[in-house]
């Protein structure tokens, strides 16, 4: 029993240093003209309703582990554990983000015309 939960650590670890490892060679390329679409360029408004989008699934996605775990459907606890704080964090930094904006709105409305 304790291995199985030592080798299900060592593997979320490993996943989760993979995802490290991946966000940090990830990079963001310049949109090309013609690249965006039909639609136009992507607005700041629709950039922010898709990682609240994103944050929300976080979130349904951790509550269904732990309800699986909490009936007996599932015995990952460390998954769940772990989908829990990845949705905490993912709101957290959402929220950070927001505080950004409105200090800049705030700044915006200051300035002197």
Excluded: C, W, Y
Aim: proline fraction near 2%.
């Amino acid at each position: 029993m304790n291995n199985d939960l030592t080798s299900l650590v060592r593997a979320d670890l490993a996943t989760i240093a993979g995802g490290a490892r991946d966000l940090a060679a990830a990079t963001l390329q310049p949109h090309e003209a013609g690249a965006i679409g039909a639609t136009g360029a992507t607005t700041f408004a629709s950039s922010m309703s898709d990682a609240l989008h994103a944050v929300d699934a976080k979130e349904h996605a951790a509550i269904d582990k732990m309800d699986a775990v909490d009936s007996g459907r599932s015995d990952d606890l460390v998954g769940a554990m772990l989908s829990s704080q990845e949705a905490s964090l993912s709101f957290s930094m959402l929220m950070q983000v927001r505080n950004k904006v409105m200090s800049a709105v705030d700044d915006l409305v200051r300035l002197p015309l």
